[in-house]
């Protein structure tokens, strides 16, 4: 691999982290578990590993972002995750801040010299 392509992979990872959580929490106003999400976001072209998702969805649930509930009716447990009250309000802001940040992006990359 290239060093450029090396430097892009790395600051690609970067720009994800924040997209994932926005991801996340676009997909859960209804109940979800942790492998329904993962394949969710991948049908909507967001890969996401299950090791960065379970991490990601316990750092959201401490930060009251979301609630979590076990369904044990099925023969294997899952753990079910869905947003808060609050969880709606700060992805509402992150949207709105997400649209002023491309927004601005657009006008910022120049598509002729790109």
Known sequence: ???AAETIQGLL????????????LSQLSEPQYG???VSV????????????LYPLLRRLEKQLLLTS????????PRKY??????????????????????ASMEKIVDHKGG
């Open 13 to 24: 990872s970067e720009l994800r982290r924040g997209t994932i959580t926005i991801g996340a």
């Open 41 to 52: 976001l991948e049908e909507k072209g967001m890969s996401i590993d299950p090791g960065t």
């Open 69 to 76: 509930s076990w369904d044990t009716n099925e023969a294997r």
């Open 35 to 37: 492998y329904s999400l």
């Open 81 to 102: 995750y869905m947003l808060t009250e609050f969880g709606r309000e700060v992805y509402e802001g992150l949207c709105r801040e997400w649209r002023n940040l491309t």
């Open 1 to 3: 691999m290239s060093d």
